[in-house]
């Protein structure tokens, strides 16, 4: 009965260590030395107790003998493996290490020894079969082994103790000592009771299944201790200042984590009292989603704060459903914040909306004292007969000019760093807008005494879809400044193009002068805005340091290039580069045909005369009217002049009008409500006139406005004489026109 109980008792051992090691190979990390050593130390012990369990209960000497040397493979195995694991723990390196490690190895050769037949005598005690070992030479090495082995990991042992500062490598220091300790006691039952009579209890194999449990709860403990995703997933739960709360399936709240209870202000049992739309305001179900992942926005009802909550499903290896993550996202001062930016946004917005409106006055307050300065030298220039005075107007004229495009550059310059320019795509002729160009740079050239020319291919196709005022825009300054900064020699503008894909054209302007030039040094600096390069040079030459900039700003807005290539003193080639749609293939032909007539000072003869047209003129200052009016003097048209608004409507209601000119900001009555006016007028005998809107208003974007607004055209201050003369002949009906006075 005893035997039996003994055997089932081993045998449980064997099976539990057994289980052991499936345990450790399925959750260890197979890739871990400690994890592996684990393992074969479970299955070493499972081995040993099977096979010596097994041997008590044998009857013939033959087959427990055959069983205990299968047994004994276990014995050696788990010495080497646990020399190996208590090595590693107690962290002994160099030669000690070798020495200990070598030494369990030794198990090997002395295994033949340790079970052959002859060397063991078999006896059958009331605690089953029993054996001891003969004495001789084998038995003396085999005790040796073990007391050396002993003696070995009692070193470590001590080792570890002594060298561990941690609490933790002391505890395992104390557990693996009571493994030896128990090991130890065992194998006194084993061998010292037959030496004082008694039967052998097999104790080595009972005690070594004790050892071995004690090492498998240090090897939990050496575990729980490393860092690891599974040991560390907790602390990082607990630690995690932002609110976690675990649902189970059913959506009932579980676990929460520190961070949820203060930010709720509950204990965590409170909070588990919760569900999650007892926690959030929400409107739908939070856990009906498609996915694995949900996000919404919603407001905390125990403390109003807006949260992004984040909601996780959590899967099982069958990918059904087992819980759900909830992280919650304080985002209140996230939201203020925005709705702050928002708010400054808006007022930046308005701020930008006022300089808009202050840069129109400004625009408006600078036209129309020009406008005077200019009509009225215009007036000087058309009816003085003396040279000299003639010349002091010229003058004045440039100067004027010089100011207007100085005015110009400083509205363009803030509307294109206010955002607030547009490029505007129409189509147009090229041929139109060179020639225009050449007309306008050809006086300022010969004035100079510069050679001016432009090189066109005859073939380049002529009507492109682009913002015309602004590619035009660009290469006006950028010849300009080519005139400017030459002082003898010439200008020439050398157009070519390459055909792209989708009737696109890839059109290149050169405009190389023999001028100054520019330093190496400086080129960078070009396009920067207010810098002028070249002082020395360049002092006495006009400029504001803008023009350049803003050739650079709008060809970014049209997705074009310029480049520079200068040698200094000897001149330079400005290359824009730009893109623009082919609308009709028509080549451009030669430019030339018509230069002639540009030569020479001409004097004023006007485009037309036009008697029996009634004009009617509204603009709230005298001096623009005289300007108007003088300006229009040789058409020979009837100007009625008008101060406001309100006369403009009494006006109308007394004659019949062909044209009206409106000044456009006039106080009381501005342009617009003085047009709304007109047009609802029951009395209005003009009714069909042409309404010209004339503004000091230049800003980009205007002309748009104002036509939006009803006027049949628009002019800009200040006006330019010829300039109006042609727009008015467009509103001239045939029979009122005289054209003879063109030539
Ligand atoms: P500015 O009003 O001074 O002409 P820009 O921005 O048009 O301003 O030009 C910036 C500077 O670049 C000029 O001051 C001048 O020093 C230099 N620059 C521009 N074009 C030329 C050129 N064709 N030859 C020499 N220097 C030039």
Known sequence: MVVELLFLSIYSCAVITFCIGFIVWQKGNRKNLIDRLCFVMALCSGWWSLFFGLVLVQTEEKTAALLRSLGMIGVFALIICITYMMAYWSGVQGKTRRFVIGFAWLGIPLYPLTVQKSHIAFEMTSYGMSYQMNSGIWSLAYAFYDVVIALNLLMLVLYMRRKSTRRREKVMAYNLLACLVIVGLGSILDTVMPLVGLAAFPGSTIGQFIAVMALYQTYLFYKRSQMNLENMSQFVYYSVDEPVFLFDETEKLCIVNNGATVFLEMDAEECCRLSLQQIFELSRDPFRFQGSKNRV?????????????????????????????????????????????????????????????????MSHEIRTPINAVMGMNEMIIRECEEDTILEYAQNIRDASKTLLALINDILDFSKIESGMMEVVEEAYSLR?????????????????????????PADTPNVLLGDEVRVRQVLLNILTNAIKYTIKGSVTLTVSYERKENRQLQLTFAVTDTGIGIKEENIGRLFDKFDRVNEEQIHAIEGSGLGLSIVDRLLKLMHGTVKVESTFGEGSTFTVSLTQQIIEDQPIGSLHEERKEQGGRKRYAPQFIAPRMKVLVVDDNKVNLTVVKGLLRKTRMQITCVLSGKECLEAVRQEEYHIILLDYMMPEMDGAETLQRLKEMPDNKSREAAVIVLTANAMAGMKEMYLEQGFDAYISKPIDGTALERLLMEYIPEEYLNREAEE
Not at 331 to 341: D, F, G, P, Q, Y
Not at 440 to 450: D, F, I, T, V
Request: with cysteine; net charge negative; aromatic share 6%.
């Open 297 to 361: 926005e919603a407001r905390c009802i125990q403390n109003h704060n807006i949260c992004s909550v984040s909601i996780d499903k959590i899967y099982d290896d069958y990918h059904d459903v087992i819980g759900y993550i909830v992280i919650v996202h304080d985002i209140t001062e996230r939201v203020h914040m925005t709705e702050r930016l928002e708010q400054e946004r808006k007022r930046a917005d308005k701020a930008n909306e006022a300089k808009g409106v202050f840069l129109a006055n």
């Open 432 to 456: 139109a807008m060179l020639k225009a160009l050449e007309k306008e740079c050809s006086m300022r050239a010969e004035a100079k005494g510069l050679a001016l020319r432009f090189i066109v």
